[in-house]
């Protein structure tokens, strides 16, 4: 059985920094590439960041560039989110996802390869 659970999510101020985790279970996390979505109240979810199978690519959305780091570690099978100089929008519910990465496109796993998600609050 699939499970993905997040944590390290929090309040934090302004600039702050906070670094989440997913671990992965049930099934060959290293043949999966692993994401990071998230969703605030009263919008869609979206894609944050992606890291392919191995680590050897990662993408970023362009809100989030050169702020968070998406990393992976196969032998613990847990990926991380490191975010750095939190800003209030980045407020939202953070969900991890197991998916596939195809000819430069991240395609998101079904449902039971979500993550339930860890609540972010950036907040003076």
């Known amino acids: 059985q699939v499970h993905l659970v997040e944590s390290g999510g929090g309040l934090v101020q302004p600039g702050g920094s906070l670094r989440l985790s997913c671990a992965a279970a049930?099934?060959?996390?290293?043949?999966?590439?692993m994401s990071w979505y998230r969703q605030a109240p009263g919008l869609e979810r979206e894609l944050v960041a992606f890291?392919?199978?191995?680590?050897?690519?990662?993408n970023y959305a362009d809100s989030v560039k050169g702020r968070f780091t998406i990393s992976r570690d196969n032998a613990k099978n847990t990926v991380y989110l490191q975010m750095n100089s939190l800003k209030p929008d980045n407020t939202a519910v953070y969900h991890c996802?197991?998916?596939?990465?195809?000819?430069?496109?991240?395609?998101?796993?079904?449902?039971?390869?979500w993550g339930q998600g860890t609540q972010v609050t950036v907040s003076s």
């Open positions: 049930g099934f060959t996390f290293s043949s999966r590439a």
């Open positions: 890291i392919t199978q191995t680590g050897g690519r990662t």
């Open positions: 996802n197991a998916g596939v990465y195809d000819g430069g496109t991240y395609y998101p796993g079904r449902a039971d390869y």
